[in-house]
């Protein structure tokens, strides 16, 4: 019974740490910190395998006041933080100033999430950090702060438009190359079939006939 209790407090205290982000607690989660975030299905394999290290990462940098790494449940409460930053495939990790992610290309094991949580979670320029930017960074940050929040909601929305532009054009012009694909495909397989029933076949059948004779004779 021992044995089990300090087990199941070993447990509790490897996930105390754990971060699970949804739209009621983002803003006051993230608010000043850079993050790293894991948007996740909890039924995917994948997933699975991730959570040892993914917990441990967590639980090392759970006392920081300017980084945080925490978890989305697209399944779950978390949807909608997966649908407004463009998740499409589990896990997807971003990272970088929460109302900007950018998405992660790096290895996941510990040692590879470790090193890039290290090298790249820092404070970065924003409305938040401000005297992190630079003056062209200041100037353009102030001009949006003096927008009205209608012209500010206008003008992101204008920006996710070229975005979604940008998205529809590329899958449009995939299914172009997949239709010339099965186009040509089919052109080949015809042209084939035409052909070996032109004789093709026959003619190799005669050949080796042929030399069968001439072997004989010799």
Known sequence: MKVSALLFAAAGFATASAIELTPDNWEAETSGKTVLIKFQALGEATVKKMKPDWDKLMEE????????????????????????????????????????????????????????????????????????????????IEGFMALSAADLDAKIAEEEKKLEEAEEFFKDEVQKLQDTYQKLSTEKDEKLAAVKAAGLGLMKSVKGAKAKETKDEL
């Open 61 to 140: 940098f759970s006392g920081s006041a300017t980084q945080l790494i925490g978890d989305v449940d697209c399944t779950a409460d978390g949807k909608p933080l997966c649908d407004a930053n463009g998740v499409r495939g589990y896990p997807t990790i971003k990272y970088g100033d929460p109302s900007d992610l950018q998405d992660y290309q790096g290895g996941r094991d510990l040692d590879a999430l470790r090193k890039f949580a290290e090298e790249n979670l820092k404070p970065v320029c924003s409305p938040a950090n401000i005297d992190l930017c630079d003056d062209d960074k200041k100037k353009e």
